[in-house]
């Protein structure tokens, strides 16, 4: 899929490659067994699959917040501290802190005062459309404002490598859209590589470079779908053609990664 604008040298490389990993949690469940997948230098990855095919998993697994138990994370290009931002299903924010503060908290924490990094929050607000904002707390934000703090919080440190943990999965379909587009739009400027969890094969399909379709019990890559359309996306690619063709390639493999899953197993990590 072709991005406007300047290429880094190193896009389209990979990045991380997961080797036969599997995770086995303390109380018995098996939530991956023998996943290969590779993630490359300016991806748009999505991971789309059933509840219980350990999505979540892969993305603490990379994170560093969980331990494989069985295989191998091959880190083909080291990052740092600041290299990898991420993005939960809730917004998590400071209920006690206005949205700088929440933004700033990352650089804080990193010994930048508030001036120090009043340019590079403002800037993130700005690109989130929270510019006016900045003094507003949590309690009187709508859920696609919390959101975009959460997003403008995990990109203030610039990283390398941003994980979203189904970060739109709550919120009305004309938001979700909008994030969608917004997401898009970051991406584009600033080249961060994204793995992205989903179970919505409309979203997988418009934001992604490439789909990993992932089967349950155990967690496991099942196929892997290229999106090769061409960026920037808009509103009209959601009522063409390869839009449809793709949401409809998405939605039979996601079938038969369902359909292939053992009955009786138990069920894994998300």
């Not at 740092?80 to 949205?99: H, K, M, N, R, Y």
């Not at 019990?217 to 996306?233: C, H, L």
Request: overall charge neutral.
């Amino acid at each position: 899929m072709k991005r406007d604008g300047p290429m880094p040298d190193d896009e389209g490389e990979p990045l991380l490659i997961l080797r036969n990993v599997g995770k086995t949690f303390s109380n018995g469940v098996t939530a991956l067994a023998d996943v290969d997948l590779t993630i490359r230098q300016g991806d748009f990855l999505s991971l789309l699959g059933p509840s219980g095919c350990g999505k979540s998993t892969v993305l603490r697994l990379i994170a560093g917040l969980t331990t494989p138990t069985s295989g191998t994370l091959d880190w083909r290009k080291a990052l740092g501290e600041d290299c990898v931002g991420f993005v939960f299903q809730e917004p998590t924010l400071l209920p006690w802190a206005d949205v700088f503060d929440n933004v700033w908290l990352p650089l804080r924490l990193r010994g930048r005062s508030r001036a120090e990094a009043a340019s590079a929050v403002g800037t993130l607000l700005e690109r989130v459309r929270l510019t006016g904002f900045e003094k507003a707390m949590p309690r009187e934000l709508s859920g696609g404002m919390k959101m975009r703090v959460s997003i403008a919080r995990a990109l203030v440190t610039k990283p390398r490598l941003l994980l979203m943990d189904e970060p739109f999965a709550a919120l009305d379909e004309i938001t979700r859209f909008r994030l969608n587009d917004d997401l898009l739009d970051l991406w584009q400027e600033q080249h961060f590589t994204v793995v992205f969890v989903t179970h919505s094969v409309f979203e997988s399909v418009f934001l992604s470079s490439r789909i990993a379709v992932m089967a349950a019990r155990p967690g496991r890559v099942f196929d892997e779908i290229a999106v090769e359309t061409p960026q920037p996306r808009s509103e009209a690619f959601r009522t063409s053609p390869d839009y449809a063709a793709l949401c409809r390639q998405a939605s039979d493999v996601l079938l038969g990664a369902i359909n292939q899953a053992p009955a009786g197993a138990r069920n894994g990590g998300r």
